[in-house]
């Protein structure tokens, strides 16, 4: 018999790193972020930079919502190709959403580097397989664009592919700007920074009813107390769809599946993370633990009984898809688990004000790279808040 968690991995290789206690009174705070994820660590990082008082809050323990199901590559490539979001938004708008995708990058890596902060970060490429014939010709315009905008991308032809990776494809855009990251770490070690420094947390802590009516909103908690703030920030990633009337994701549930440790692949492949552009994708990587991670064959389909034998079979097709890619490898499975995940209609996420809620400010990071836009968020959140402007707000707004 072979057990197998359903928990995600990254929750089962660091355990609760930090527990903090439940509100159990009421509370009066500068600003209140709801959510402790990737999202509402990074967020609430900000607030603190700029000087404000922050208290967080989080109806689960920290990084426990898809903070901790994530594979965690960081990407500035959208899940809309640059052309196609051309289509949508402009040329040049398009390539400014995808250049923020780049600073993004590094600015993540300055902050984990200046605080050392322990979580596994690495700077890698990025290479975008083209799994079919026909997928290559519009890869290839894709590619065209990214280069006229100085995205740094190289065209690699199919034989190219597989002398550097061992991989087979039919030609792939290597982008010389990516990452890897643990989240679920990352968000740990950076709220449990600001906690020394003066942050307040609590988890285990439920909202019953948001009140953003009154010049100063406040929650009221399941226990009955209240918390008052000068503004809310909700972090609460894609749970945040069933508080909006505005349809901003479409929410289908994505599988992952990663290998025992001491995986063999060559050292190309370790400084790479990959995806291509079957629909559903196959995103993969390696770890910094030495494991080598899948994920992708989402679906909307899933029925709460079967999810057991959903997510098994899930892990074999990818196995199976990963081996054509990659025939060399010898994946043994070590966890598989699935998650929620959403796509906006544009690749893009929703960061700002929504009319459905007065003072209050959402930071909504959808998307395969929707950690990459969180970091996004920082700057953004903190600009709202002092009325000054930024250029992304306007591709990132509600009503859009
Ligand atoms: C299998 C999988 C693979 C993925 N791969 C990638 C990838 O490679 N790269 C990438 O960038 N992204 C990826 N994602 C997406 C990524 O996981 C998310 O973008 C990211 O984790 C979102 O972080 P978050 O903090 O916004 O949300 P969460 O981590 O879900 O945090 C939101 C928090 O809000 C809390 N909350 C919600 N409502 C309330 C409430 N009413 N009161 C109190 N607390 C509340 C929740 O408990 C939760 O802890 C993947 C997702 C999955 C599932």
New binding site residues.
Partial sequence: MRLRTFESFWLVKNGILYSYPSLQEDLKTEILV???????ALTSHALMESGYQVTL????DI?????S??????QYEIDVPLYELSEMIGEESAATCYRAGVQAIFNLKQLVDSLQLDCGFEMKESLYLAHSKKASTWLRKEFKLREKHELGVKWLSASEVTARYGMISHGAILSEVAASVD?YKLAHELIQYNVKRGMTVYDQ???DQIVTTTPQPSVLLSTGNTIQAEKIIC?????STKMLKEKVADLFY?Y?TVSEQGILVNEQVKRTIFWNTANPYL?MRTTDDGRFLI?GEDSAFNIPLFQQRIKERKSDILIKKLEKILPEIEFIEDFSWA???GTTKDGLPYIGASPEFDNMLFVL?FG?????F?VQGMELVVNMLQGKPHPLAKFYRFGR
């Fill in positions: 709801i959510g402790g994820g990737i999202t509402g809050i989080d109806r689960r990084a426990m919502g898809s903070s199901a994530t594979t965690s590559m960081l989240a802590t439920e909202i972090c609460t990633g894609f749970e994505t992952a995103y994920g998650g929620t995940f990071g395969g790279n929707g950690i990459t969180s």
